[in-house]
Nanobody
Framework: VQLQASGGGLVQAGGSLRLSCAASGRTFSRYIMGWFRQAPGKEREFVATISWSGGSANYADSVKGRFTISRDNAKNTVYLQMNSLKPEDTAVYYC???????????????WGQGTPVTVSS
């Protein structure tokens, strides 16, 4: 499966952005989908993951209550709604597809190219 992330940009602290990740192929609904992020000089970190059906989601503590992951299997797309953004949310955001719901990046088999998010204070 090929993944294409979009929706990043520059936003002021307290603002919102919605990231999208469009997937190619007919098997999108079989994959666990996740969002990760990597800030400059830091390791890639888990943000959120969502089950095949969209009925179950899991979040990093740092974004819980502010970010919402969702998916539309009819559109082969996963979303990350980001509210109450903070400067520390600044990073390149990556979507990923895998077979196991996990916080570990190595569990994901396919990755998008990343979309940058900058939150100004």
């Amino acid at each position: 499966v090929q993944l294409q992330a979009s929706g990043g940009g520059l936003v002021q602290a307290g603002g919102s952005l919605r990231l999208s990740c469009a997937a190619s192929g007919r098997t999108f609904s079989r994959y666990i989908m996740g969002w990760f992020r990597q800030a400059p000089g830091k390791e890639r970190e888990f943000v959120a993951t969502i089950s095949w059906s969209g009925g179950s989601a899991n979040y990093a503590d740092s974004v819980k209550g502010r970010f919402t992951i969702s998916r539309d299997n009819a559109k082969n797309t996963v979303y990350l709604q980001m509210n109450s953004l903070k400067p520390e949310d600044t990073a390149v955001y990556y979507c990923a597809a895998g077979s196991t719901p996990s916080h570990a990046s190595y569990e994901y088999d396919y990755w998008g190219q990343g979309t940058p998010v900058t939150v100004s204070s």
